[in-house]
């Protein structure tokens, strides 16, 4: 089966950096999303990764280790609007056409 | 603009009283799902579609119906709602489950009193 593992919920400072882990257990591999929801909204594409290492894009960058079931999440000089649920998701493998998210993280960015 | 449109926003009703809940998507994409969202378990999926007339179940599909009559829509149906529907509601549509971006809709808060 599959299973994804996020902490509830973290807590950091303005301008500050944060690392959110994500483990997952699969049979196989199609790579692994990272979404971002705030509070009451869609949630909204922030990476994918599906090769080893670390991708940054702006502020946000996105690690991933496969051999380890590994992946988290680093933001950079925090901003109060960061304050959201950061969900990890990785597609079901297999032949099904599925997409299963983590509980997400939700993240509170104080001044 | 590329989008997913979802109508109602906001829903209140009673049990057993029939409701539909429409999703549109403007950008040509092949694969469509229903989620519902609760506090402490994420995103679950409810059902999903790889075209038009191919539906099949997600992970809690009790309760639920959909139909892909066309490409850009994949209604939700919700035959008999019982209170353990009420949930916020998103509709995603993606070129693809597992390589590509899902675009969700704006969610559908219902209640089922």
């Known amino acids: 089966g599959q299973n994804i593992d996020q902490p509830t919920e973290m807590t950091a400072t303005e301008g500050a950096i944060v690392q959110i882990n994500c483990t997952y257990q699969t049979s196989g591999f199609n790579g692994l999303f990272w979404y971002q929801q705030h509070a009451g909204e869609a949630p909204t594409f922030l990476s994918y990764?599906?090769?080893?290492g670390l991708e940054e894009k702006g502020r946000f960058s996105s690690f991933l280790s496969r051999s380890k079931g590994y992946s988290y999440l680093l933001l950079k000089e925090l901003q109060m609007k960061d304050s959201a649920s950061y969900l990890c998701a990785v597609p079901l493998s297999g032949g099904y056409n599925k997409l299963i998210f983590g509980a997400g993280t939700r993240l509170a960015v104080h001044p | 603009e590329a989008q997913v449109t979802q109508n109602p926003r906001y829903l209140i009703t009673v049990t057993g009283k029939k409701l539909t809940v429409t999703c549109s998507q403007n950008?040509?994409?092949?694969?469509m799902s229903w989620y519902r969202q609760d506090p402490g378990l994420g995103l679950r999926q409810i059902y999903y579609s790889m075209n038009v007339e191919v539906t099949d179940k997600g992970d809690v599909p009790e309760g639920y119906k959909v139909s892909r009559k066309e490409k850009r829509n994949f209604p939700l149906i919700l035959e008999s709602p019982s209170p353990n529907q009420t949930s916020l509601y998103f509709c995603a549509s993606s070129l693809s489950p597992s390589t590509d971006t899902q675009y969700f809709g704006p969610g559908t808060r219902l209640t089922v009193l």
């Open positions: 990764n599906v090769l080893d």
């Open positions: 950008m040509n994409h092949e694969y």
